[in-house]
């Protein structure tokens, strides 16, 4: 029937494309121009007045140190998790849903939730004054103590998005043949070989999926921040949220979302590279 119809399938798919036109592709096209003009003529000035502002190196920075810690630490433990879960027979259902519980809060409010727990008045200090272990209220938020601030929106940002990895994981976890791992175990292979050998082969496709994911997600960070650190932790949405809102410049903070688009196109392309999936080789 289609080969005597052939405009029916750029039918079918005509809705699609058009939300996709009207949604992203129109949005971007003026983003981008927006980015790169000044009075309505190409022009390299917002650019220059986004690099040349005072928070720009540290927001670039702190955006880079962020990824770079928390993605590989929340890639380790949603491989830990997902193992342990892949053994679990009984109650599996309950510990998923549990360790995903943190999937149903949103950003801002996984911020809250650590401001409570960490700010001078919230529960952690009053623990360790209970315990003795500090004789006054401790401050771990504040741009006096740089290190603790970091390392509070490090665990936040790792308890909050470390489900997500899980899930993927766990998704690929199940697609690994169980008769590998009983021929590996035939042949007197450990646990450890099982893993390395045939476990993390196997699951490479999920792996792409979580980290790029994941990466984007963490270039983008911001509403943890916001809630644990303010201005004191600029980062790199912050920033073009400041620019946006606080100044009024929708040109910088332009600029700010498009270097944002490039270093995760970036990033997505070095782990396309990185972890080639060969469909071939899939079980």
């Known amino acids: 029937m289609t080969q005597n119809r052939p405009w029916i399938p750029y039918l079918l798919i005509l809705p699609s494309v058009a939300f996709l036109a009207l949604l992203f592709v129109v949005p971007l096209v003026q983003t981008i121009w927006l980015a790169l003009s000044d009075n309505g003529a190409p022009s390299p000035a917002n650019a220059e007045r986004m690099v040349t502002d005072i928070n720009f190196t540290r927001s670039v920075r702190n955006t880079f140190l962020l990824t770079i810690v928390v993605v590989p630490v929340q890639i380790a433990i949603a491989l830990a998790m997902g193992t342990m879960v892949a053994k679990v027979g009984r109650g599996r259902e309950t510990i998923l849903w549990i360790w995903t519980i943190p999937l149903g809060i949103s950003d801002l409010a996984a911020g809250l939730v650590w401001l409570s727990i960490l700010q001078n008045t919230g529960y952690f200090n009053s623990l360790l004054f209970s315990l003795g272990v500090i004789g006054r209220q401790a401050s771990w938020l504040s741009y006096q103590t740089p290190v603790a601030l970091f390392i509070a929106i490090a665990v936040a940002e790792i308890w909050r998005g470390t489900a997500i990895v899980m899930v993927i994981i766990v998704a690929g976890l199940n697609q690994v043949p169980k008769e590998f791992k009983e021929a590996a175990e035939i042949f007197g292979a450990g646990p450890w070989t099982r893993f390395w050998r045939i476990t993390l082969p196997l699951i490479r496709p999920a792996l792409q999926s979580a980290l790029i994911l994941r990466t984007v997600l963490a270039f983008e960070v911001f509403a943890v921040v916001y809630a644990l650190g303010g201005r004191n932790f600029p ?49």
Do not use: F
């Open 235 to 283: 980062v790199l949405v912050g920033e073009a949220y400041n620019w946006q809102n606080q100044n009024q410049n929708y040109s910088v903070a332009a600029v700010y979302a498009v270097l944002i688009m490039i270093i995760s196109l970036a990033a997505t392309l070095i782990y396309l590279k990185a972890l080639k999936v060969d469909p071939e080789r899939l079980p």
